[in-house]
């Protein structure tokens, strides 16, 4: 029987299953979808939609930078269990996922799940993995970052990654001063690069939850704008990066850190991904 794109449609719906290979399994079955099913069910291919519900809360994150450290990329690859993030068979795919994005240059996830590898798209690579191994899979960020500079980190146990812009850079390899502030960035997890970079809605909360705090001190209300002020500028100065204390030497914060390392270095921007 004619099998038609509608047809291919809904069976790659029930079972997640790639566009190709439930074609396949339809012409293969002569049209029948619980054969095309069970089918698939043997490659491994409804594993996929029988877990789409479950979480993913661990895995690894993979990192790449060009040989000038002018660009770096970044992707995070969850899984169910941390012993399937363990596997020699993971960690070999999310590698060549991190490959095909750094070559290729997606602009998001989807276009990364589009991309070949091989004869399989990357989305099809993880549902057949997922055949294999029984767990579903995800790539939960997917970053690239050009700047002067980027510095990659990668926290013990691979499941947090950073990656560190710096400028003005004047040339020298700064991957030392890079590598002291994405640690700082793994640790303590900065809000945003500078108080300019926080969102209106933040600080606005923040002053209210100031006010509020001062109220229930007996404050009288005339003091109360100056006071959740301060507060303010003391959130600043721990959740933004550049006036975060140095955690190496707390006598400095980073931007004066860098500043000491090399007149006008800073950082332009920073991601930090997190699995769990």
Do not use: W
């Amino acid at each position: 029987m004619a099998i038609t794109a509608q047809d291919v449609n809904k069976l790659r719906k029930m079972t997640g299953a790639g566009m190709m290979d439930c074609k396949k399994a339809l012409v293969e079955s002569d049209g029948d979808f619980e054969a095309a099913i069970d089918i698939l069910r043997k490659k491994g291919q409804k594993v996929s939609a029988s877990r789409a519900d479950r979480e993913t809360s661990e895995g690894s994150v993979f990192v790449k930078t060009n040989e000038d450290k002018t660009e770096g990329v970044l992707i995070a690859l969850n899984c169910e269990t941390d012993f399937v993030a363990k596997n020699d068979g993971f960690i070999a795919l999310g590698n060549e996922i991190l490959e095909a994005a750094y070559t290729n240059n997606p602009v998001d996830v989807a276009a990364l799940m589009a991309l070949s590898l091989g004869d399989l798209t990357v989305a099809e690579k993880l549902t057949d993995m997922i055949g294999k191994i029984g767990e579903k899979l995800e790539i939960s960020a997917y970053i690239r970052m050009n700047a002067d500079q980027v510095v990659p980190y990668i926290h013990a146990g691979s499941k947090l990654g950073v990656l560190v812009g710096l400028s003005n850079t004047n040339g020298a390899d700064q991957t030392e001063a890079g590598r002291d502030v994405a640690m700082q960035i793994a640790a303590m997890n900065p809000l945003a690069l500078s108080k300019n970079e926080v969102a209106q809605d933040v600080i606005d909360r923040e002053l209210e939850i100031g006010k509020e705090q001062v109220r229930a001190e007996g404050k009288p209300e005339h003091m109360l704008e100056k006071i959740a002020q301060g507060k303010l500028n003391k959130f600043f100065a721990e959740n933004t990066l550049l006036s975060q204390k140095f955690v190496k030497d707390n006598s400095v914060t980073i931007e004066k850190y860098l500043e000491n390392v090399s007149k006008g270095l800073t950082v332009s921007k920073f991601e930090r991904i997190s699995i769990g």
